[in-house]
């Protein structure tokens, strides 16, 4: 069972940029799918950036492609989302989440995850 822990959030300017890092407890991390959603208030969590067990491929949702980096360290048990050219349409609690998978689909849908962290809550000011 992991246990996920997100840091990294904050209040940013337009254009700005952000860090966030997830640190993953109990489990083997490079054997899980790790990915990031958001939940902006009044709406749905929706998906934002998945990455391979392996660290070996990576997947964006169309709004952040470009802005947005994922990355992990298995060595670390870290996952982390590089945010740069943030807009204020991007301010939304960030979550982490995780799913025990070493197969190459990449899980887009937020139920295809078993494990989520708390959250973290990212405001981009304009």
């Known amino acids: 069972q992991v246990q996920l822990v997100e840091s990294g959030g904050g209040l940013v300017q337009a254009g700005g940029s952000l860090r966030l890092s997830c640190a993953a407890s109990g489990g083997t991390f490079s054997t899980y799918t790790m990915g990031w959603f958001r939940q902006a208030p009044g709406k749905e969590r929706i998906f934002v950036a998945t990455?391979?067990?392996?660290?070996?491929?990576?997947y964006y949702a169309d709004s952040v492609k470009g802005r947005f980096t994922i990355s992990r360290d298995n060595a670390k048990k870290t996952v982390y989302l590089q945010m740069n050219g943030l807009k204020p349409e991007d301010t939304a609690i960030y979550y982490c989440?995780?799913?025990?998978?070493?197969?190459?689909?990449?899980?887009?849908?937020?139920?295809?995850?078993?494990?989520w962290g708390q959250g973290t809550q990212v405001t981009v000011s304009s």
């Open positions: 989440a995780a799913v025990r998978y070493t197969g190459y689909i990449y899980k887009v849908n937020a139920p295809e995850y078993d494990h």
């Open positions: 990455i391979r067990w392996s660290g070996s491929g990576t």
